[in-house]
């Protein structure tokens, strides 16, 4: 990765700032990242997007306002009797589930679990990634081949192929949790990441300023902390944003299948699966946790897409 | 047009007039605000002529023959004011067609890097039989020939067998004198060449240069050198063109400018180039950086860094002015007074 | 001048011994490099980026190493650093040896040697602050604290030429020039006797090379630091050095003083690089006769027997093919290794 901006890449113009007087005010990487991306409308809808969807999980009362009562303690207003009504603009916005509960809460709740898988499968992927990935590529030798060779043998194994084995070797008998997903999920992202920052490495480490770090006496963990980090961080950061996305999608994939969340949970996934037998008569039931699911999924992707513009020099 | 009627016309008139650039000023858009490439930079090449194009990074001096090759990226980079004429023909504004038919065929143009400029999956001599396949629609075997005799002509030895090896293959002077030959593939009138030789071992600059006087001498092209350096062209330049900020502060026949250069930058840059001859002295540098394009120095330009600089030249521009104890031109208030 | 004789190889052709008052003394240095590839059974052969070189750099002193892309001359600063693990030989730092140091030995001893990188863009870590830059060797060596440090990088950076005020600022502001001030800056904060100098201006402009070069100058005539200045830049190396080594293949071909190197060249390969360089004065370079070499140099891997200059040297005989020709004195007052010395 070379710098942010690179006046020499234009033909002809000195835009660096030279003469001793003029050197401006402190400008970062991650100021002229954010400079590049608060002109794409994308990143803004993108962002929006991201912002409902984590309120909605950290705060659904935001979105609904259940009115709890005696005859109703969950405020949810599930009367059997309205099973599966469809969408009014009056009363039920999404219409009702099978249960006859507002399907508006449902979907709105749903976020939680899904966004929650998401965020600790990544950090777990991530995690493990920059942690393996650094010494490989840092280190090289011995401790590459294996942890390489390691992530090949997970790349050889069909993703749910490898979810299931994880997940029924997780799973005991009190039946499965949410948290065995994440892990499920997690565990098997790494390799991608692994290939991706070693590969940042191996190229930044040959960089003189980290010569230059070695040439003063630092220790290997200032090198891979200060100095090969920040540097090598930024693709990786840009994989995580869009694994979000491809995540939300994974789990309720597995879910769907019926491999993945508990039963009882809230979540989009599970909402698919109990409405796949309905589609007929109850569309309604498919069509918004589909929808959530897409949007939530898309604006993951699409802001990794804008940061990596935002990242890459090449782009600007 | 067909190989016959090139062959047999006189291609240039020695001393004709080929390349005029005229008030060029080129600026980019960036977001830090419109900034200025070049300015009002004028100069002409005739056959038979080297024009050395003298100045440092950000001088702005391979600005005008990247216009002109259309190197520059459309937007941000503008072309404000001014012409470029070649053999009369305005190119600033002709159409695309009209340009790539003069680029290529008439100027030729080669780079500091020609491992970057070779591409790296093909064989060199394919890659220089290709300009006579597709402009000149000559024959595979017959470009292949022409391209080993081209090979042979720039003094890459065993030419047949170095056709048939790739870029990587080839050391630096190597691939420049390839370049050199797809260069002259298509005999252009005019060979601009950037930074020729900045990449090259000091023992290899020195073959190249001499590889692209003696092919001058050969065909009468005219040839322009964009240089950083002040002695490698030194022996071959005809004119010298002095470029700092954006602006030509100098010009002149080379001999009597490297005598004595005229504007207080020229004579700067003279003084600082390391001498393997003579007392060595400490060097004489000029203080400070260039300026930076968004942010240029009022009046001239040079203004911080000059010793000689008085009230005048921190408020006024100075005008180019013809030089009057020799020929040549500089952009200086105090001319001839030091 | 008499640190300045010492230094070189005794006339005779005897063993090259440790110089006892040299800052840094090498001797017999080779690295190799493993090549990938080849056949089982059949391994390519290393390269040899650096065959066996001895060169002292005296207290206070500059000693140039002077030769062509490709030569190994980086590839000596890199070992001598310990970036690169020697294949064989020995580095006396003011009599230590540095090759034989543990990790707790080699880190103080990185306090006195520090290096200066050809590339100012490539050399400074683009996520830090200059001060972060400048003070990081304080902070590894856990010198000075705090307050201190500031003051001491404010100190620094005025030394380098550069206002106290540019420390909050990142290295992409800065031209190219100032990058290697910064970088200076940061080579003499733990203020170092040995300074290894990469190319350290050959990226630069030429008016600001001159300005650079000064600067190095000053600061030694300060601190009394001795340089290893690594070069192709034969006429930077004439202004700064007191001691040249001319490198080729691998190889020391020609070391002396430099008034025995510029003025007295008798090695074939200087005498061709010295022709090749261009004064900017065209009435005496159109009259010039330069030597110019046939061919490129051989690959490392693969080098000539016998004088590796052979192959491109016009007065190549038989015995050149045969024999190593040593680096001794023939006559010309300083060592040359060549059989037919001029």
């Known amino acids: 990765m070379t710098d942010a901006f690179d006046p020499s890449s234009r033909p002809g113009i000195a835009l660096a700032a030279s003469s001793a007087e003029d050197v401006g005010d402190p400008r970062t990487f991650w100021g002229d990242a954010w400079r590049i991306l608060r002109r794409k409308w994308l990143f803004w809808v993108s962002l929006t997007l991201i912002v409902i969807f984590v309120t909605m999980a950290v705060f659904p009362q935001l979105y609904v306002w259940p009115s709890p009562s005696p005859d109703d303690p969950s405020g949810l207003h599930c009367k059997l009797t309205d099973t599966r009504l469809g969408p009014s603009f009056s009363e039920h916005w999404y219409g009702t589930d099978v249960q006859g509960c507002d399907y508006y809460a449902q979907v709105t709740y749903g976020a939680r679990v899904s966004l929650t898988v998401a965020l600790f499968a990544t950090l777990i992927t991530v995690g493990l990634g920059i942690l393996l990935g650094g010494l490989a590529g840092y280190y090289g030798g011995f401790l590459d081949s294996i942890i390489s060779r390691t992530a090949d043998g997970f790349f050889a194994l069909p993703y749910l192929v490898g979810a299931i084995i994880v997940l029924s070797a997780l799973t005991t008998s009190d039946g499965r949790q949410t948290w065995h997903v994440t892990v499920a999920i997690g565990s098997l992202g790494w390799p991608a990441v692994v290939r991706l920052y070693r590969s940042t490495v191996l190229q930044v480490k040959q960089l003189e300023y980290v010569q230059a770090a070695r040439a003063l006496g630092a220790s290997d963990f200032r090198i891979l902390t200060r100095h090969i980090l920040p540097n090598a961080v930024a693709p990786t950061l840009v994989y995580a944003t869009i694994s979000m996305g491809a995540v939300i999608s994974v789990e309720a994939t597995l879910s769907y299948l019926g491999i993945g969340l508990p039963i009882d949970s809230i979540s989009w996934g599970i909402m698919l699966q109990e409405a796949s037998n309905k589609i007929e008569r109850s569309g309604h039931l498919l069509w918004f946790p589909t929808g959530y699911l897409i949007a939530a999924s898309l604006a993951f992707v699409l802001m990794g897409e804008q940061l990596r513009e935002a990242f890459d020099p090449r782009f600007r | ?338 | 001048m008499t640190s300045t004789e010492s230094a070189l190889p005794p006339p005779s052709g005897a063993p090259y011994a440790p110089s006892s008052d040299a800052l840094l003394s090498v001797r017999g240095l080779v690295k190799e490099f493993p090549q990938r590839g080849g056949l089982p059974g059949r391994p390519l052969p290393p390269v040899q980026a650096v065959s066996g070189i001895d060169f002292d750099v005296p207290a206070g002193k500059t000693h140039g190493l002077v030769g062509e892309s490709g030569c190994g001359k980086s590839t000596v600063a890199r070992t001598v650093l310990r970036l690169e693990k020697p294949t064989a030989g020995a580095a006396m730092f003011e009599g230590a040896d540095l090759f034989g140091m543990d990790r707790t030995a080699l880190r103080d001893a990185r306090r006195n040697i520090q290096i200066v990188f050809q590339d100012p863009f490539a050399s400074l870590n683009p996520r830090m602050t200059v001060q972060t830059i400048i003070e990081e060797p304080l902070v590894i060596h856990g010198v000075s604290s705090g307050d201190e440090r500031e003051a001491r990088v404010a100190d620094l950076l005025r030394r380098v030429g550069l206002s106290p005020e540019h420390a909050n600022r990142y290295p992409h502001q800065f031209s190219g020039g100032q990058r290697q001030r910064v970088g200076i800056a940061r080579a003499l904060a733990l203020e170092p006797r040995l300074i290894i100098a990469d190319e350290p201006v050959s990226a630069l402009d030429v008016s600001i090379q001159a300005q650079v070069v000064n600067l190095l100058r000053d600061i030694q005539d300060e601190s009394g630091v001795g340089y290893l200045f690594i070069a192709h830049d034969l006429a930077i190396v004439r202004n700064i050095s007191d001691l040249v080594s001319v490198m080729y293949l691998g190889k020391i071909v020609e070391t002396g003083t430099r008034d025995e190197i510029f003025d007295h060249a008798s090695h074939p390969y200087t005498k061709a690089l010295l022709s090749a360089v261009p004064e900017p004065n065209p009435v005496t370079e159109r009259v010039r006769q330069r030597i110019v070499l046939e061919g490129d140099v051989p690959s490392p891997a693969d080098p000539p027997s016998g004088c590796r200059f052979r192959t491109r040297c016009w007065k190549a005989q038989e015995q050149c093919i045969h024999e190593v020709p040593a680096l001794i004195d023939r006559g010309a007052g300083h060592p040359v290794a060549c059989h037919f010395p001029e």
């Open chain 2, 1 to 338: 047009m067909t190989d016959t009627t090139v062959a047999f016309e006189p291609s240039i008139r020695n001393g004709e007039t080929l390349l005029e650039v005229d008030d060029l000023t080129v600026v980019f858009d960036t977001e830090d605000g419109v900034v200025q490439a070049v300015s009002d930079m004028t100069w002409s090449l005739a056959a038979g002529e080297t024009l050395a194009i003298l100045g440092e990074s950000g001088s702005g001096k391979s600005v005008s023959v990247q216009t002109l090759m259309g190197l520059i990226p459309k937007p941000p980079g503008r072309v404000v004011k001014g012409s470029i004429r070649y053999r009369g023909e305005e190119l600033v504004d002709a159409s695309a067609a009209k340009l790539r038919q003069i680029r290529g065929s008439e100027i030729a143009m080669i780079f500091q890097d020609p491992l970057s400029a070779l591409n790296p999956v093909y064989r060199v001599g394919w890659q220089i039989a290709e300009m006579f396949r597709i402009h000149r629609g000559a024959s595979r075997s017959d470009a292949n020939r022409r391209a080993v005799e081209l090979m042979e002509r720039v003094g890459i030895p065993n030419a047949a067998a170095r056709a048939r090896q790739y870029p990587h293959e080839f050391s630096g002077g190597m691939r420049q004198r390839a370049m050199i030959a797809m260069a002259l593939a298509l005999d252009p009138k005019v060979l601009i060449a950037d930074e020729p030789t900045t990449a090259l071992d000091v023992t290899v600059q020195a073959q190249i240069m001499e590889l692209l006087q003696e092919i001058q001498r050969d065909t009468g092209m005219g040839l322009v050198l964009i240089t950083h350096d002040l002695g490698v062209v030194a022996s071959v330049a005809d004119r010298v063109v002095v470029m700092y900020a954006g602006r030509t502060v100098e010009t002149g026949p080379a001999d009597p400018f490297y005598a004595a250069p005229a504007h207080p930058y020229a004579q700067g840059l003279m003084n600082s180039v390391p001498r393997l001859l003579g007392e060595r002295f400490r060097l004489e540098s000029i203080p400070g950086s260039p300026p930076s394009a968004i942010n240029m120095p009022n009046g001239c330009a040079f203004h911080p860094r000059c010793p000689h600089a008085v009230d005048r030249c921190h408020q006024e521009r100075p005008a180019f002015v013809e030089l009057t104890d020799r020929p040549g031109g500089a952009a200086c208030h105090r001319t001839g007074e030091f």
